[in-house]
């Protein structure tokens, strides 16, 4: 894929909150992925579970995602912060035949204590379509801010019923990819996915990024300790990252 977005692409993802990128990691890049996947559940890891997080601190085949120009360089082009720090990264199980669903929900609503600015990108590992739980948006409604959510059982969420009045005249769109392909988009845009009720596994991983200057801290409010985040900076306006992985480098 072209590392370097159009100015439609640009446009598209501040007017709508979002971009589509249907082949950003080629064949080999998502096999690797998958291994990664599939070894985390050899280390003992749950891969029936919603989702396992913390990914970087677990396999560094995942740090060099994040550090592959197609991931930070990308990300680079479409914020204006001088520098992106990585404060999530997950893998989302929607299983076969029993996925859980994700209802519609904002992600900037999970971290309250910085300015809404949040960054997300969605990648598919499996073919994600209707029937096994692709990811759908609502165009445009990273425009309103963060707007109250409440409780579900998967966490925050804004009930179907509730979408059309929140958000009138915004329509939702159902976003299938293949694997490698890849959502970008806003931390104010609402998204969820459905059930995966086909005999087909809808693995994804997800990164969320967000502006260095941002300084995260979440506290469990059961444990009192910090959650664990990825916390690391990626890139710099001034820097790329190596192709390879591994701490950025100075352009110069
Ligand atoms: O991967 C999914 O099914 C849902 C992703 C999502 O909305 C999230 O992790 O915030």
């Not at 994040?66 to 720090?85: A, C, H, M, T, Y």
């Not at 929140?166 to 104010?188: D, K, M, R, S, Y």
Request: aromatic share 8%.
């Amino acid at each position: 894929m072209d590392l370097e977005l159009t100015p439609a692409q640009k446009k598209q993802y501040a007017e709508e909150g979002y971009l589509s990128l249907p082949r950003l990691l080629d064949r080999e890049e998502v096999a690797k992925l998958r291994s990664a996947i599939a070894d985390l559940g050899q280390a003992g890891f749950n891969l029936k579970a919603r989702q396992v997080g913390a990914l970087t601190q677990k396999d560094p085949r995942f740090l060099q995602l994040v550090f592959n120009p197609k991931v930070s360089d990308l990300i680079g082009q479409l914020v204006e912060w001088d520098r992106i720090f990585l404060h999530s990264s997950k893998v989302n199980f929607n299983c076969a035949n029993d996925g859980v669903p994700k209802t519609w929900h904002q992600d900037n609503v999970y971290w309250p204590e910085v300015p809404p600015n949040q960054i997300t990108m969605w990648i598919a590992i499996d073919d994600a379509d209707a029937s096994n739980g692709c990811m759908w948006v609502l165009p445009r409604s990273h425009t309103q801010g963060v707007v109250p959510h409440s409780q579900g059982a998967t966490g925050w969420e804004i009930t179907e019923e509730n979408v059309p009045k929140i958000f009138p005249g915004l329509t939702p769109l159902q976003c299938p990819v293949e694997p490698g392909g890849a959502l970008v988009f806003h931390g104010n845009v609402l998204h969820k996915s459905e059930a995966n009720r086909s005999p087909r596994n809808r693995w994804a991983l997800v990164l969320d990024f967000d502006d260095r200057k941002n300084e995260i801290v979440r506290i469990n409010k059961q444990t009192n300790m910090m959650t664990q985040f990825d916390s690391m900076e990626i890139w710099r306006r001034s820097r790329v990252p190596e192709p390879a992985g591994g701490q950025p480098t100075d352009r110069r």
